[in-house]
């Protein structure tokens, strides 16, 4: 038997002061966590001010002992007066942060236009009003999930979904904002406990623990700095092993991008690349009409730092600006073959990482075509909130050959400012890799002979290297050399181990373990390119070989890293350091299943007549005309069944739970509320809706409820504890007189007693 | 508190994953704050292990029927709130044998040495020396993780004391009182009958037998006697149905009552049920009474039991009382 001792104690100054400060809290929390995260131009003073004059207002109105909904009309009312005269102001506002808004979630790929630019440049004072406007409602609202439900989930539900949108898109607020609202929910949750027996005992608790918290995070915050923060081995080789596991018969296939590692990311994490491990999922499904191999590749990253690839520092590139008619770099290699054909590809994203578009080269869809997605500075298309499905086009004949077309006019003044930029800050290599040049070399000169570096005519790297233009065959040869040079005197494993901790991974590779997969040839022949004075970048992405059906799934076996290497007038072009792998898209991945050596593929026929201008993309088609995988479609029409069955049959679990769970609080609500007479008449209906399954009327629930009916006076608390009693008791029995598989069912259904 | 430690442990598994399979600072912090938020509460908790609980008997004796229970209280000197103190109670009957485990909860600010306190309602409808005892008292943190011990309280006991009735004493009841043993009589005097012994200091010297004492060479005191009142034994078995056992509880209460009013001394005994050992109790006045039952009520009433099986001595009119009738032997 279990008895809860209840301690009630009127409110009293010490509850409001906790209750304000939780108030505060959330309230402050909230305000500058938005103002932050999406770069909001409001006045911080104003907003400050706000946000005091506002929790006092909602304590104010939630503490009153009655006509509380009254005073909450009237400050609404008052609100709506004031804000009135000011209608076109706050409209202003509305406009200004949805414009930032758009601007911070789309992470970059809409800017605003002129107007918007103007708009916003002169909408600060609107901004703070709207945002106090916005701020007002959730007072109230959080006023009420404090100072009368004492919620923190509510609290919680209120103030973190204006949060969710920034952390999408990887948007930190200020950390002093985000901890204050920190504070506030673990502050709740801690002290919910004793609130819940006595609000006196709850807010000495919420008084104590607030100065605890804020003490708690604040040195976490001094013993974590974000500054210095590196990505734990620990969680990387965690999540190795968990990705290597066998989940697919388990879980099924709902986000998988949380759960999928392979593939690109912001920051190519070299200290955590242990043995490889592939779990099969499929993490993009490509329709293309054009058989063969191909990379699809997601992000470059320009920097090496000795254990991760990272991009450019964003400075870099706002000194670049944006490039006359608006080219992209990307888009460089598809304009030198103007006559050739194109093809469309789609890629839907079912799970890959990084944000981003797994894309093939010689894009032709430019800035103003693509949707769904934007281009990111020279690296790679960010992948919108919501988009998973997207068709683009290409040139794959657009190679750095013989016969390519020299660009002009805008694009060639485009290119040429775009080269000065990638030599500027594409050659740059650590000063102690000269070090790991001359130990690595040393070893080179002992073991390559002349057969190393033969060039063998079967390769079809050759092939592509003799087609090549002859501005760019003495790069391309130059990094087939390196190529060459690094399978000499390394050797491929997919089950090297992890570097040790500060040691720098190139010189781990090129000079201590000699063994490595994709992401060691990658960053070494990277890093001895640029000491070649080759402008050359890492890449991540996937490597695949589309079938004659031209629809692929992509696994994450399919994961690869290469580099591109930039050829002046050209663009940005794919170099295979791998051994095994052949570059230039000309050989099969030694780990692909069967492979289809296609060298410098090209199209059988062009779907349409060569156009001479980039067509209309459509990044968003029609679902239903999507591609089924090599499972067939009826296996995919299956898997897509179960997932959308299970799918929904947890959403009606989730719903039912949460409709189950607002009923019996209003039940319990009306049980225990101020309200005797309502609450032994719920009772004794309870009690009459009991008679169904086998239980009885109770003369004294009965009468009671007559009197609360029909008697002019208010029961007694004993009359009512009597009657729930009462009411209780004959539920237990009802439910110990039933079969036992009836009880659970009435359990579920009366399980409020 | 399993459903706090649940949701707990099921937001540090997120917050690991999280951590995981996010290379960003939030989920780091996320998960070192998970992680400190326990030891916060922890620290939060530990200033109250200096309270105590204490169970007491509100009333401490109560006639079968009446309301009763047992005040659960915790005290202390902190200023932080009890977020929950889980108290795991035994209630035992020592005559009926009946025994109830229960779980309480206290919660709530220590106000000065006055803390949450929770009423236990007892069942009084039969008649026994209630006992409740605490077996365990936990003290939970405030995330509801963490259980810290406290010491035990010491038992506390109720008295549920046999309803009293209307008992006219029947009349043969005073007969027979003559004729008992004989008894110095207090402050000596004349008298018929005496005694001689040796002289103790203190006795007064106009009891001194001079002229035995000069015969026998040693200080004789006469020590006038008297006849005393025959000694009235209450007796009752102390085993049966549960309805007979409280039937006879009642009538001896009644009874000894009675005589109480009646200016009759007597004496209750009875035999334990279980080890036959004689229990003897003089009664001369209500707290007599009162010591009397509580020795009653602590021992056992099983359905079947040990008796008195001695025949009274001389000199000792005894009554035996059964649930309808009472037996002169």
């Known amino acids: 038997m279990k008895r809860q001792a209840s301690h009630t104690s009127p409110r009293g100054p010490l509850v409001r002061v906790g209750d304000g400060l939780l108030l505060l809290l959330a309230l402050t929390g909230a305000a500058f966590s938005l103002l932050t995260a999406y770069g909001l131009e409001a006045d911080p003073r104003i907003l400050l001010a706000g946000c005091i004059l506002l929790a006092l207002l909602s304590l104010t109105v939630f503490s009153l002992p009655r006509f509380r909904w009254a005073a909450q009309l009237g400050l609404l009312a008052a609100l709506a007066l004031a804000v009135w005269p000011r209608r076109a102001d706050l409209l202003f506002g509305t406009r200004c942060i949805q414009y930032r808004l758009a601007e911070v979630l789309s992470q970059g790929a809409w800017s605003p236009s002129e107007e918007a630019a103007a708009l916003l440049a002169e909408g600060g004072a609107e901004e703070t009003a709207f945002l106090l406007l916005v701020l007002t409602m959730l007072a109230l609202l959080l006023g009420w999930a404090v100072v009368r439900l004492r919620s923190h989930w509510l609290v919680l539900a209120l103030t973190c979904p204006l949060l969710l949108p920034a952390f999408l898109v990887n948007r930190l607020p200020a950390w002093p904002a985000f901890l204050s609202l920190l504070v506030c929910w673990c502050a709740m949750f801690l002290s919910s406990l004793s609130a819940r027996a006595d609000r006196r005992a709850g807010a000495r608790l919420t008084l104590a623990a607030v100065p605890a918290l804020a003490a708690a995070f604040g040195l976490l915050t001094l013993a974590q700095p974000q500054a210095s923060y590196v990505y734990p081995q620990w969680a990387q080789r965690a999540q190795y092993a968990l990705r290597s596991a066998d989940w697919g018969s388990l879980v099924p296939d709902f986000l998988p991008s949380f759960f999928s590692g392979a593939g690109s990311s912001s920051v190519i994490n070299l200290a955590g690349a242990g043995p490889l491990r592939y779990s099969g999922r499929t993490l993009l499904q490509v329709d293309t009409g054009l058989p063969g191999w191909t990379y699809l590749r997601g992000r470059s990253a320009g920097v090496y730092t000795g254990d991760t690839w990272v991009d450019l520092d964003e400075e870099v590139y706002q000194d670049l600006g944006e490039l006359p008619g608006g080219y992209e770099p990307l888009n460089f290699p598809a304009l030198t073959a103007p006559d050739a054909a194109w093809y469309p590809v789609t890629v839907e994203n079912l799970g890959a990482p990084g944000g981003c578009l797994y894309l093939p080269y010689y894009l032709l869809t430019d800035a103003d075509e693509v949707a769904g997605a934007a281009f990111v500075e020279d690296s790679y298309l960010s992948q919108s909130l919501g988009s998973r499905r997207h068709t683009l086009y290409y040139r794959p004949d657009a190679g750095p050959w013989w016969d390519m077309t020299r660009l002009t006019g805008t694009a060639a003044e485009a290119e040429e400012i775009y080269r000065d930029f990638v030599y500027r800050h594409y050659l740059e290599v650590p000063e102690d890799f000269f070090n790991t040049l001359a130990r690595w070399e040393e070893r080179l000169l002992q073991s390559v002979t002349g057969d190393n570096l033969l060039l063998d005519g079967e390769d079809p790297a050759s092939a592509a290297l003799f087609r090549s233009s002859e501005r760019y065959r003495n790069t391309l040869f130059q990094a087939w050399a390196v190529r060459a040079m690094l399978a000499a005197t390394t050797e491929y494993d997919p089950d090297v181990a992890a570097m040790p901790e500060g040691a720098d991974f190139v010189d781990y590779f090129l000079n201590e373990t000699q063994r490595g997969y994709c992401m060691h040839y990658a960053s070494a022949g990277a890093l001895i390119l640029r000491t070649m004075g080759i402008p050359t970048r890492y890449v991540s992405g996937f490597a695949v070989t589309v079938p004659e059906s031209g629809q692929v799934n992509v696994t994450d076996e399919n994961a690869h890293a290469w580099v591109e290497v930039y050829l002046p007038g050209y663009g940005w072009y794919p170099v295979e350091m791998t051994p095994g792998y052949s570059g230039l898209g000309t050989d099969a991945p030694e780990e692909s299943a069967g492979p289809t050596p296609t060298p410098t593929p090209t199209p059988e026929a062009a779907p349409t007549p060569v156009p001479t201008e980039a067509p209309e993309a459509s990044p968003m088609p029609d679902p239903d005309s999507g591609p089924a995988g090599p499972a067939g479609p009826a296996g995919l029409a299956a898997d897509q069944v179960l997932i959308w069955t299970l799918g929904l049959l947890l959403a009606a679990l989730g719903l039912g739970a949460m409709v189950r769970w607002g009923l019996l609080y209003r039940h319990r609500r009306r049980l225990e509320g101020p309200d005797t007479n309502r609450a032994v008449l719920t009772a004794y209906g309870d009690l009459l809706r009991l008679t169904p399954w086998g239980g009885r009327e109770d003369p004294e629930v009965t009468g009671l409820a007559r009197k609360a009916r029909f008697s002019p006076h208010t029961l007694t608390e004993d009359e009512r504890r009597a009657a729930l009693e009462r009411v209780q008791e004959e539920v237990r029995r009802t439910a110990a007189a039933l079969p036992a598989w009836k009880r659970p069912v009435f359990r579920l259904i009366w399980g409020r007693w | ?329």
């Open chain 2, 1 to 329: 508190m399993a459903r706090r430690r649940v949701l707990y442990g099921a937001a540090l598994l997120a917050a690991l994953l999280f951590q995981i399979f996010d290379v960003g600072y939030l989920a780091h912090f996320l998960l070192w704050a998970m992680l400190l938020l326990p030891l916060v509460s922890l620290g939060l908790t530990l200033p109250l292990l200096g309270c105590r609980a204490e169970v007491l008997a509100r009333p401490a004796a109560v006639e079968r029927g009446e309301p009763a229970g047992f005040l659960v209280t915790l005290q202390g000197r902190s200023w932080l709130p009890v977020s929950r103190a889980v108290l795991r109670l035994h209630l035992e009957n020592a005559l009926t044998g009946e025994a109830e485990d229960s779980r309480l909860v206290l919660a709530g600010a220590l106000e000065g040495e006055q803390g949450p306190e929770h009423r236990l309602e007892t069942p009084t409808g039969r008649c026994g020396r209630l006992t409740c005892r605490v077996l365990r008292v936990r003290l939970l943190d405030g995330l509801g993780i963490f259980a810290l011990p406290l010491r035990p309280p010491a038992p506390a006991a109720l008295l549920v004391l046999p309803r009293t009735e209307p008992f006219p004493l029947p009349e043969d009841w005073g007969k027979g009182t003559q004729g008992g043993p004989l008894r110095p009589r207090p402050g000596g005097g004349p008298g018929e009958d005496y005694d001689l012994r040796p002289y103790r200091a203190g006795d007064p010297l106009r009891s001194v037998h001079w002229k035995l004492s000069s015969k026998r060479d040693e200080l004789v005191v006469r020590e006038t006697l008297e006849p005393q009142r025959r000694e009235f034994v209450v007796t009752f078995p102390h085993f049966g149905p549960a309805e007979e056992v409280e039937r006879t509880l009642d009538r001896l209460n009644s009874c000894c009552r009675a005589l109480l009013e009646a200016g009759r001394p007597h004496r209750v005994r009875w035999a334990h049920p279980v080890t036959g050992e004689i229990r003897d109790f003089r009664v001369e006045d209500l707290r007599g009474l009162e010591r009397c039952l509580e020795a009653v009520l602590s021992d056992p009433a099983p359905a079947s039991g040990l008796d008195l099986t001695e025949a009274p001595p001389a000199g000792e009119q005894r009554v035996r009382l059964e649930p309808q009738r009472e037996v002169s032997p």
